[in-house]
């Protein structure tokens, strides 16, 4: 897909092209949506919304994917066990600082608009990640290049904190009442597609260069990727204006001087369920759709080419089911589906592992096509039940801080916790016991909370 440098900002263009289609086939726009707003402004919300997620995962997918490389650029006097095990610290260190970013962009974001906040997200986040390419290997630099690497993950981290949220509430706030679900699996949707491309990429990369070549700069390109596609991401929301319920809120002067503060003090309850409706998504999104090439290859047995083949062809069905996710959660309800999505993965997730374990790469593709399936349930409906769960002048604030703080915990330590695991048990099981754990904390949480689907936004 993206075989070139020069080819990124047409790629992206059309990746968001290619989603806005596939919405319109879905009838995202069919229902009254708010007043004054008509589908081509809905179109560029889509769009706009889109890209900025899609360039956050392709990172982070880059990075997971790539990971044997890039322990091997920065940690090269480590044995693989010890170097992979520091590369996913760093990874899962760079999410500590999410919180802070959740905290301080949902401020923005409820206080002077959701369009400003998600502005210069992106511009932040796809700096960051073009700096990565820049930084020299261990054998120029020394200790100075896993130091720089931390420091700008973790200054991505901050940035990236606001994307989700923001992008799921501007296109909830948006939306017509009964498409909120359709709309909202656009963000997940296009992180998924970040994952796509970054396996494609990373397949397409391992198969032509020899190791010595990724090892010096074919690792390089796919980050050299973010700026031209953050450039274009900024320039879509730029031309934007915010959301009419925000508007109207900032109209009336409503709009929250401390939403934090008000978050806290008056949905706390809300927030505690919204943290623990998250952990299922945190830790069953790295450990299915970002670490699992590096467990096929590393602990299974598979080339590196065919588990990110395996992961590639999982992604592609995966993006299909987030949509169709989306317009079940419209029509049942958001707790149903969240809560199926929790039960499945109680009952299925260890046998799933332990159908890997044969190391057939048929098998291990429908494996990973189920468990995808399985997690678009979760994930396809998540933005929308979050987004509703929290009224419109802390909406952004809830919404980052529960699922930032949750990912920080859990989501961005799963791949570090899952080769810790392994190692220290001696079993390949082990990654599914512990998103066996998660699934249940999350169906706790979710079966707490109320419906919000059929409500109008508060």
Not at 314 to 324: E, Q
Not at 334 to 342: D, F, I, N, T
Not at 418 to 431: K, M, N, Q
Request: aromatic share 12%.
């Amino acid at each position: 897909m993206m075989h070139r440098t020069n080819s990124a900002n047409g790629h992206g263009a059309h990746s968001v092209s290619a989603t806005s289609a596939q919405a319109n086939n879905l009838d995202i726009d069919r229902g009254q949506g708010p007043a004054g707003v008509d589908k081509k402004t809905r179109t560029k919300v889509v769009a706009a919304s889109f890209i900025g997620n899609f360039v956050e995962w392709f990172d982070y997918a880059v990075y997971g994917y790539l990971a044997v490389t890039i322990t091997a650029v920065f940690f090269p006097e480590s044995d693989p066990a010890t170097g992979l095990m520091l590369t996913f610290a760093l990874f899962a260190i760079s999410f500590l600082v999410r919180p802070l970013g959740g905290f301080v962009w949902g401020h923005l974001g409820d206080k002077i608009g959701r369009r400003e906040a998600l502005s210069w997200s992106i511009l932040i986040m796809s700096a960051a990640t073009f700096c990565i390419a820049l930084i020299p290997s261990y054998d120029t630099i020394g200790i100075w290049a896993p130091i720089l690497l931390l420091i700008i993950r973790v200054v991505q981290g901050f940035s990236a904190s606001g994307e989700y949220a923001g992008a799921s509430a501007f296109l909830v706030e948006y939306a017509p009442a009964n498409r909120r679900g359709l709309y909202a699996a656009v963000v997940p949707a296009s992180t998924a597609t970040g994952l796509l491309l970054g396996s494609l990429l990373a397949a397409l990369l391992t198969g032509l260069l020899e190791p010595e070549q990724m090892q010096s700069w074919g690792w390089r390109l796919p980050f050299l990727l973010a700026a031209p596609m953050g450039l274009i991401g900024r320039y879509i929301r730029t031309r934007l204006e915010d959301s009419p319920v925000f508007k109207e809120l900032a109209k009336e002067d409503n709009a929250d001087n401390a939403p934090v503060s008000s978050l806290f003090k008056n949905h706390w309850r809300q927030l505690v369920q919204a943290v623990g409706a998250v952990l299922l998504n945190a830790v069953g999104f790295y450990l299915i759709l970002s670490y699992m090439p590096t467990h096929l290859s590393q602990n299974i047995g598979l080339s590196e080419t065919a588990s990110y083949v395996a992961t590639t062809v999982a992604l592609t069905t995966y993006i299909g089911f987030i949509f169709v996710v989306g317009i079940l959660s419209d029509r049942f309800g958001r707790k149903k589906v969240l809560m199926s999505a929790s039960i499945l993965f109680v009952l299925l997730t260890v046998p799933a592992f332990m159908l890997l374990e044969t190391g057939n790469f048929l098998i291990v593709v429908l494996v990973q096509i189920l468990l995808g399936a399985m997690l678009s349930l979760n994930d396809g409906t998540l933005p929308s039940y979050l987004a509703e769960m929290f009224p419109t002048r802390v909406r952004y604030s809830g919404f980052a801080v529960s699922f930032n703080l949750s990912n920080a915990l859990f989501g961005g330590t799963a791949p570090f916790v899952a080769t810790v695991l392994i190692a220290s048990s001696g079993t390949d099981l082990a990654p599914g016991w512990y998103l066996m754990g998660a699934a249940i904390i999350s169906l706790v949480a979710v079966s707490f909370s109320v419906e919000t689907s059929k409500k109008p936004l508060a």
